[in-house]
Each structure stands twice: as structure tokens, then as C-alpha cells.
């Protein structure tokens, strides 16, 4: 079904944890981004670059003449050294972009001869727009994000004491429900890459007893640290499905040796004290799942706690929920499912406050995604928290 939205019904929204390319690589510490390509590539990064990344992130422009010849190589490397040497880099991630897909660059050779140079470690990613035109099947990029922000990590023997890693988006808090249920459990330590601090404190990830995934996407990343570095790892990512949560919480006690039916049933009181009566006064909801990867499952967790949701608004961007869309087809085939190609946010941002907007939000984890919705139910009802 298509359609625009134009009800004034209450809107709820799913956690969002996408982010920009290179946000999420300006998440290592002590990195330096170097981009690399013609003008009317780099172009297209310069204002997330003036608002957020301008002491991480860098743009060499080259122009056709130098691609052509080979000279952008010497140029790169001339470059990367003036970098690393200004901003005292740790380490250095160079991003090319479509030209790479005609011209072929050897980045392995590339960057083999950065690191001899400059004494550092040096990775790279290969980003191909070109594949988003023309019903392309090809990657966009040549390493998953998520992936390469961990990729500096080198081998290491285990932490005498049990230290866990939170593998998620930016905004993954530390001293959050789920570390502090983690180190009841027995975790002396809870890592966040962005509580790391400088570019060892980044290194002692690799001496983890156990890696989290905190998204779906992350277990990819989950299962290639377990490969390179050894550390095995567990999800927390169950999102609106309480039964699958309940599940992992207690996967993750038991990793620890720890029975977690205790935390769990006090965890659920809590939550069912919040929801309790709400569904009295919310009697119709919108759920705007565009650009969320779980619109369909916060509108079937709605439906289970006693909300009705008329309208879920899905987009291209959308995450594919097969059995969340099942079930709700199966249980409430009145909810209307309304697909709308990509177009701004209900409510956009407006321009004299994107530079607040940079600052990104705290990203929940495990029962805060629960709470999280109860929050803005509450916010609908003019309440807070009882």
C-alpha cells in the first residue's frame, strides 16, 4: 500500500542506529580519515565534515590529469604523511570513491607503502556509488563499516578478569542498563568504542573475554572478531521481541555463570508498572518506521501490550521484517502497511539546528529499547515515568 501521511493520530518511532560512512570511521580512536578523489566526489562530504569531523577527517582532491598519469599515487602518499604528522595520528584509513572502479588502483601496494613510510597501521575502503544507479548488484563498499571500524585491532592475550566489548552503533553507552547488568553477571569491565579513549585504550578490545552484538548487522562483525581475534561472542539484539530477549539476557548470564531469571522478572515489573493504563488513553497509534530497521515489530509489541496501530510507514531504507509482517498480517490485518519511496523525516530537522543535530542520540540497548517506546508514550499522554 502507498500513501502520504496525513492523520493526526500519535506517532510513535523505532531505535535508529544508522549513521554517515564516515562517522562511524571517525570512531577509532586516534584515526585520521584521508579522502581521496575529483572535486565533484569530495563535494559531497565537506559539510558533515564543517559540522562533525573537521579534526578527523581530511580531503584531497586530484585532478583527472593526476589520475591518468599515476601521479595521484605519489600525491596520496605525500598526503597521508602531512596528516599524520600535523594531526599526530595513531592511525590512517584512506576512502576513495567511484573513480576507483574505472582506474583499479592496488591499495594493498598502496597502503603497504604508507605504513613503511610513516610507521603506522594504514587500512582502506573502496566506496562505488556507481552501484546504487542502474539496478546494480554490486557491494557499495568494499568492507562492511562496521567491520573495518574494529579491523585495527591486533591479537592479544585475554584480560586476567573478564572484560566485555558492546559491538554496536555510536551512542552505545557504557554505564548503561545493559553494563550494569553485564557486570552483575561477573564482567569486571565494559568496553564502548567511543569510551576507549586513545588508540590503546582502543587496543585492549582485542583482550575481551566476550564481544556483544547489539545489532543484527553487528553479528557479522561479531563472528569476523571471533575468527581473527579469538573472542567469542553473544547477541543482545532482540529488539521488540520480549521472549527472544528474555532468551539472550539469559544467554549472557550463564556465559558468566550467572542465573539472570531474577533480574529478568524484576526488569519485566518495571516495565509492565510504566506501560500499566496507557493503553486506556492512546486508543489509535502511528508507528514511522522509516529508515528503522524494526517499524513492524514495535507495532506488533504495541498490539500484544493492548495499543491498536493503524498505520505503519515503512520506505525504502526500511529493515525487511518477513515474520514480524507475517504475524501482524495474521493478527491484525486492520494495521495498513504504507511503503513510500525515501523522503525526508516526518518532522525535519530545521537548518538552524543541524548543528545540534550532529550530536548523536544514546542508542538503547537490551530493555532500554522497551523503556524507550514507553517514553514517548508517556511524552503523548503529558506524563513521565511512575
Not at 556509488?129 to 546494480?136: K, T
Not at 562483525?221 to 529488539?239: D, Q, S, V
Not at 498505520?311 to 515474520?323: A, F, I, N, P
Request: glycine share 10%.
Amino acid at each position: 500500500m502507498e500513501g502520504e501521511r496525513n492523520s493526526v493520530r500519535p506517532v510513535l518511532t523505532p531505535v535508529r542506529s544508522q549513521t554517515g560512512i564516515y562517522p562511524m570511521l571517525a570512531r577509532i580512536p586516534g584515526v585520521q580519515l584521508l579522502f581521496l578523489g575529483p572535486q565533484a566526489c569530495t563535494r559531497h562530504g565537506l559539510i558533515s565534515t564543517l559540522q562533525e569531523l573537521h579534526r578527523k577527517m581530511a580531503f584531497l582532491c586530484l585532478t583527472e590529469t593526476e589520475v591518468i598519469t599515476g601521479r595521484y599515487l605519489d600525491k596520496t602518499a605525500e598526503a597521508a604523511g602531512e596528516l599524520v604528522r600535523r594531526r599526530k595520528a595513531s592511525s590512517l584509513l584512506l576512502i576513495t570513491c567511484c573513480q576507483n572502479a574505472l582506474v583499479g588502483t592496488d591499495y594493498d601496494r598502496l597502503i603497504t607503502r604508507i605504513q613503511g613510510e610513516l610507521g603506522l597501521p594504514v587500512k582502506y575502503l573502496e566506496v562505488n556509488r556507481l552501484q546504487m544507479y542502474a539496478r546494480r548488484k554490486g557491494a557499495l563498499m568494499s568492507r562492511p563499516t562496521e567491520q573495518l571500524i574494529y579491523d585495527f585491532l591486533l591479537p592479544r592475550e585475554k584480560s586476567a578478569r573478564p572484560w566485555v566489548n558492546l559491538i554496536g552503533p555510536p551512542g552505545v553507552r557504557g554505564d548503561g542498563e545493559t553494563a550494569a547488568f553485564l557486570q552483575m553477571a561477573g564482567a569486571e569491565r565494559v568496553y564502548t568504542i567511543d569510551r576507549c579513549g586513545d588508540f590503546a585504550g582502543y587496543q585492549d578490545m582485542a583482550g575481551a573475554h566476550l564481544n556483544v552484538a547489539l545489532t543484527r548487522s553487528g553479528e557479522e562483525t561479531a563472528r569476523y572478531l571471533e575468527e581473527k581475534l579469538g573472542i567469542p561472542w553473544l547477541p543482545l539484539n532482540a529488539g521488540y521481541d520480549e521472549e527472544l530477549l528474555a532468551r539472550q539476557y539469559m544467554d549472557l548470564g550463564a556465559f558468566f555463570g550467572c542465573d539472570a531469571g531474577g533480574w529478568l522478572r524484576r526488569a519485566r515489573k518495571r516495565l509492565e508498572k510504566r506501560l500499566e493504563g496507557l493503553e486506556r488513553t492512546l486508543p489509535e497509534l502511528e508507528v514511522d518506521g522509516r529508515g528503522a530497521a524494526d517499524g513492524i515489530a514495535l507495532a506488533n509489541w504495541l498490539w500484544r501490550h493492548g495499543f491498536a496501530v493503524k498505520t505503519v510507514w515503512l520506505d525504502s531504507w526500511s529493515g525487511r521484517e518477513e515474520k514480524a509482517e507475517e504475524w501482524l498480517t495474521a493478527h491484525h490485518p486492520e494495521t495498513a502497511l504504507c511503503r513510500q519511496p525515501y523522503r525526508p523525516a516526518l518532522n525535519p530537522t530545521p537548518p538552524n539546528q543541524l548543528r545540534r543535530a550532529v550530536q548523536r542520540p544514546i542508542f538503547p540497548t537490551g530493555y532500554e529499547v522497551l523503556h524507550q517506546a514507553v517514553e514517548q508514550l508517556e511524552a503523548m499522554t503529558g506524563g513521565g515515568e511512575r
